[in-house]
Antibody, heavy 116, light 109 residues
């Protein structure tokens, strides 16, 4: 059974860096793309970017200047860092597995609020 | 970037009725790369359909997908109480970004 679990602070101050970890169990990370997606409260889904185990990364151009996604397959984890956050970055952040044609497994989501 | 538009924004129906949801792309996409997701309050999205018409594992056959080019449809043949939710289409054109439509909410009439 593949499971993904997000973890990280639920509150980040404006201008600081949002950091999240996704821990994967029940599957090898040495295949597929591992993805971050976010959803502001009451709004739709936004793809942030994804990473392959080899380190190949794709970012959403709208966030590319502020985002870093990385992976540590030895720990079965991948990571999101989003810098210079504002209130507009408040959202539920999901990690998910991209199986080429679909996102087949998702974490439960991590709510992050940006506030002083 | 390919923009997806979904209509209607909200669909108010009764259990047992048929639901037809539309997803339109700003440019033609390969049918292979169009998927549909269902999201209930407080939950992560769940994939229903991928490749425009292939049901994901465990998805009941009352859900079906169709379409090609720029116009795609998700049909729920007979709504069950658990089907009232928000539905998103999603595309991958072969190069980033992956994009989602704004969603269609199916609520109880």
């Amino acid at each position: 059974q593949v499971q993904l679990q997000e973890s990280g602070p639920g509150l980040v101050k404006p201008s600081e860096t949002l950091s999240l970890t996704c821990t994967v169990s029940g599957a090898s990370m040495n295949t597929y793309y591992w993805t971050w997606i976010r959803q502001p409260p009451g709004k739709g889904l936004e793809w942030i970017g994804n990473i392959y185990y080899s380190g190949k990364i794709n970012y959403n151009p709208s966030l590319k200047s502020r985002v870093i996604i990385s992976i540590d397959t030895s720990k079965n984890q991948f990571y999101l860092k989003l810098n210079s956050v504002t209130a507009a970055d408040s959202a539920v952040y999901y990690c998910a597995r991209w199986r080429e044609l679909l996102f087949d497994y998702w974490g439960q989501g991590s709510l992050v609020a940006v506030s002083s | 970037e390919i923009v997806l538009t979904q209509s209607p924004g909200t669909l108010s129906l009764s259990p047992g009725e048929r639901a037809t949801l539309s997803c339109r792309a700003s440019q033609s996409i390969s049918s292979n790369y169009l998927a549909w997701y269902q999201q209930k309050p407080g939950q992560a999205p769940r994939v229903l359909i991928y490749g425009a018409s292939t049901r994901a594992t465990g998805i009941p056959d009352r859900f079906s997908g169709s379409g090609s080019g720029t116009d795609f449809t998700l049909t729920i043949s007979r709504l069950e109480p658990e089907d009232f939710a928000v539905y998103y289409c999603q595309q991958y054109s072969g190069s980033p970004p992956i994009t989602f439509g704004p969603g269609t909410k199916v609520d109880i009439k």
